[in-house]
């Protein structure tokens, strides 16, 4: 039996600005919060270039609001629905992790792990492009248990990943749809033995 599930969530605006946090859905002990001191980079938010689009700073304003030391509660029958959805949804069934490596991880728009604890063990997985199946349904669960939008699918819309998008060798799809590309952000710089990665630049397309 499913004891508790850690959801960890990372999105990269930029370089420095850049958002971390892990959900808990604890259900032995009927409750579900954020892990505040887990948070990755504080409130801070840089303003690299005046050439840089900043339409990415409203959304990750709001991700650090949106995490709060709030307990959420959840009652008996509540975890019993839960579980039974989540089995239903066979989320991980037949699915392969994504390997991550340090730099490719802090690049990537979004990334995310979730582990499974059970009565059993536990079982990890990690993805950056190729998302579990059921992904935006087992979203439309959570929120409906907790009243919020818990892997921020609503965000996910506007962010070029493979989750609402068809990323092709042309160009992004959505609906079969090519978008319009605003802006292509890109980087090239060296960064063994000490050096930290520099500052990419953007191009409008």
Same mark, same amino acid.
């Given at each position: 039996?499913? &004891?508790?599930? &850690?959801? !960890?969530?990372?999105?990269?605006?930029?370089?420095?600005n850049r958002h971390y946090e892990c959900f808990t859905i604890d259900l032995a002990n009927k409750n579900a919060y954020y892990k505040i001191s887990e948070r990755g980079s504080g409130d801070?938010? @840089? $303003?690299?270039?005046? @050439?840089?689009?900043?339409?990415? #700073?409203?959304?990750?304003v709001d991700l650090r609001q949106n995490m709060t030391s709030k307990?959420?509660? #959840?009652? &008996?029958?509540? #975890?019993?629905?839960?579980?039974?959805? *989540?089995?239903q949804l &066979?989320?991980?069934n037949d699915f392969e992790s994504e390997e991550f490596l340090y730099f490719s991880k802090i690049e990537l728009i979004y990334s995310c792990?979730?582990?499974? *604890?059970? !009565?059993?063990?536990?079982a990890e997985y990690s993805f950056k492009n190729n998302f579990p199946k059921n992904w935006i349904q087992f979203g439309e669960i959570l929120k409906d248990l907790f009243g919020f939008?818990?892997?921020? @699918?609503?965000?996910?819309?506007?962010?070029? !990943?493979? @989750?609402?998008? $068809?990323?092709?060798?042309?160009?992004? *799809?959505?609906?079969?749809?090519?978008l319009e590309v605003k802006s292509i952000e890109f980087g090239h710089y060296p960064t063994y033995p000490y050096d930290m990665p520099h500052p990419r630049f953007e191009t409008y397309v």
């Open positions: 039996m499913i &004891e508790k599930i &850690e959801i !960890t969530q990372r999105f990269n605006f930029k370089r420095l801070k938010v @840089l $303003d690299e270039s005046v @050439l840089c689009d900043d339409s990415w #700073i409203d959304i990750l307990i959420h509660r #959840i009652s &008996e029958e509540q #975890i019993d629905e839960f579980l039974h959805n *989540y089995s &066979e989320l991980f792990i979730v582990i499974v *604890y059970s !009565t059993n063990g536990y939008d818990v892997l921020h @699918l609503n965000y996910q819309r506007q962010l070029a !990943t493979p @989750l609402y998008h $068809d990323i092709r060798p042309d160009g992004v *799809y959505f609906e079969d749809n090519k």
